[in-house]
């Protein structure tokens, strides 16, 4: 079983950038694929961006695609998001998880086998 940190989160400028970290233990996230997904107050969560393992594909929701980049590091057994441009209504908690079908980059929820307990981005206007 994998368990799962984010970290990198805090207050941010609008137009600002953070970049978020998703560390993993309990095994290596070699043959794993990894999303982020974010829940704003009063909102449901949203599918961010998400790497999978085969061939380092990657899938970014509409409202992030070309401000936000997620990469993976595998001999650090790390994901990042690097988000830019920051607006506040990017301002949510935002969580990793880990997903077991290696060969696809999902953006439903129902794909992720285990999450990490979030890392709170709050942008100011």
């Known amino acids: 079983q994998v368990q799962l940190i984010e970290s990198g989160g805090g207050l941010v400028q609008a137009g600002g950038s953070l970049r978020l970290s998703c560390a993993a233990s309990?095994?290596?996230?070699?043959?794993?694929?990894v999303g982020w997904f974010r829940q704003a107050p009063g909102k449901e969560r949203e599918f961010v961006a998400a790497?999978?393992?085969?061939?380092?594909?990657?899938y970014y929701a509409d409202s992030v695609r070309g401000l936000y980049t997620i990469s993976r590091n595998n001999a650090e057994n790390t994901v990042y998001l690097q988000m830019n441009s920051l607006k506040p209504e990017d301002t949510a908690r935002y969580y990793c998880a880990v997903d077991n079908n290696y060969a696809r980059a999902s953006g439903y929820e129902h794909d992720y086998d285990y999450w990490g307990p979030g890392t709170q981005v709050t942008v100011s206007s």
């Open positions: 790497i999978a393992w085969s061939a380092g594909m990657t």
């Open positions: 309990g095994r290596t996230l070699n043959r794993l694929s």
